[in-house]
């Protein structure tokens, strides 16, 4: 058989599909509102009946997606939408429902309630459509150990009845995006657990996929080749037009990847954006500055009168920076304020910069705003 | 309650270019039955049986040659000399038989080559991976029970291609064209009673989380029915002690029917009757005469002597429906179990 092979992908040149608006959380209501609202009654809103096949080419799109294990609601009533080319990060404790999610999308496990559209396919319905067009790492990913990393790609190759020969030079290819190239032909119980997720997110790729849904995916990576990684994840969905949804619980990887995110907490979707966009939805209402004095030099003093102060914490250590918060909007002015104090006599500064509130601090804001204690984390 | 009920309403095909690209996908479970039949013949266990096996029905052959050749004196010309290969042992060991070590390694294969099939994805981690390709949940479990029905199927071919070269080549004796039927129509049998030893392996192996609990489950199982000293033996008991054989002649056949009626509740019992009938043409009736008229008359039909083929198929059928419906229950039930189970564990 001559047939080319026979996954063809958007190309940047494509017209765009149907809805491939970017959508932020559900586009009427205030999903980004941190009204709580009670539960009994989120469970009987109206979901908006799913779109026509024909025009719901989202990647990924879901509208009230409900799981039901007995009286456990693992996942309650998710809205959620991915456009072509955007990772997106679910962020979540263990048991916050991201992998039921998960397998709701690949319809591995049905949805009590709600619907959800992959690649414009029902996973319930149309389980084999979606399969084959998303590539998914799951959590603990395994692979059979008695095999070769390269035989066990080939394997999944054949399940995807691509054709033998385009499949051979995939699996390079893949291979190769993973830095896996050099170890392919040795026998996988041989790896490391970095070396299996690599493994896995190669196994992910080798179906030339418009998805790609990743559980967990550098947990187990060393830092270097966590880079390469994320590096190769923000390539394919700028350049292919790959819609990522990736779960995780390191957040800082989660920040520097991630377009936008969505905060999971007990089945439900607490917040969802980009992470400038959540600081300024959970975190408090101020600026952060970062003041380093030289030796053992207190600045609280003087910078306590400038304008739009609010309080000032020492480093945890003598020498480290202070850091000072203010009122939103008075972070300039109080830079300038030290920098004039500096310039006085008044501060031996050493340094001044404003620094982003991280992910974990809006994370636990976010959590603790909807009463839901961060376990296994230190309030700091 | 929930949410308004889903319609899906899938495009024709004609209407989504981007879609066209895609070919309507074969079947899932020849793609697994490959990788798994391969992974069978290249394991450990393969071998292992394959050697086990083939001791065992050589060992007896070896012993039994003897007994055969002066056999052969008595009844030359006997079309069904070359049969007796497989149910010859040495001369007071009688039990020693290829016949009977290949009904007591038929479980063996069945649960060996079945035990470890989904735990076994489950525990690698590999489960979710191969769910998540595009085949149907039950691909996965046709393709196994496929591949090991296939590596079993080699296994015995080659024991038995073994016995019958033996027979040939060093006694000298040339199978006739309904010994080599009687042979095949055997082999079927066996086959079939591997599958359903098959489909049970399967069940444990959905059922019970770790492989080494529904391994144990398994062998006990197949000890308990295929050894003769363990669960055929209870079960005579238990039928003694039900259908109690006492008073006339008469009475005491009448409990014999109802004995072997319990006896045939295990498939080895089933399978026993069947391939004694089947490799031999002197059995003219696998029941036991329930009245004394009946028994004299199987005494008259004995030494009217062989039956054909296809009237040992006729005895048997009923033990081969019995083993089709066991074999489709434990594979429904296998089947039913691993479609409602969570990919999580």
Redesign the interface.
Known sequence: MS?QP???R?RPGDPPRLGATRRVGRPSTGQMQPVATPRKQE??R??P??P???GGALPISTR?L?KRYGDLVAVDGLDLDVVPGEIFGLLGQNGAGK?TTI?ML?G??EP????ARVA???P??????V??R?G?L?D???????MSGRANLR??A????LERVASEARIEEVLEQVGMANRADDRVDTYSRGMLQRL?IA?ALLKDPAVLILDEPTTAIDPIGVVEILELLRGLARKRGLAILLSSHLLTQVQSVCDRVGIFAAGRLIGVGTVPELALRFGEPVDLIEVGAEGEADPSGAISAMPGFRSIVAGERPGDPFVVRVDRGSGATLRAAVLAAAAAGTIPLTSVREVVPSLDDIYRRALEERGLAAHGRVAA | MTAPALVATPAPPGERPREQAFRRLGPGWPTIAAKEFSDHVMSARFYVLFVILGVAALIPLYFGAERIRSLADQVSGSPALFLALFQVGPSGVDFLRADVFVAMAAPLLGVAFAFDAINGERHEGTLPRLLSQPIHRDDLINGKFVAGLAAIALVLAAVIGVVAGFGILRLGIAPGGEDVLRLVAWYLVTLLYVAMWLAFGLLLSVVVVRAATSALIGFGTWLFVAMPFFGPLLLNLASQLLVPASGDVSQQYAAAGGQQLIQRLLPSTLYREASLALLNPGVTTTSNPTTLSQAIQYQEQIQGGLVGLDQSLLIIWPHVVALLALTALCFALAYVAFMRQEVRA
């Open positions: 047939e026979s996954i063809r958007r469970r009987g109206p979901v009946p799913p026509s096949a024909e009230g409900t992998t397998l690949l591995l496990t009590s309630g709600g619907w414009g396919f029902d319930t319905r149309q389980p084999l459509e399969k084959r998303v998914y799951p603990a990913v395994g692979f059979y150990g008695a394997y999944t054949r399940l995807n009845r896995g196994d």
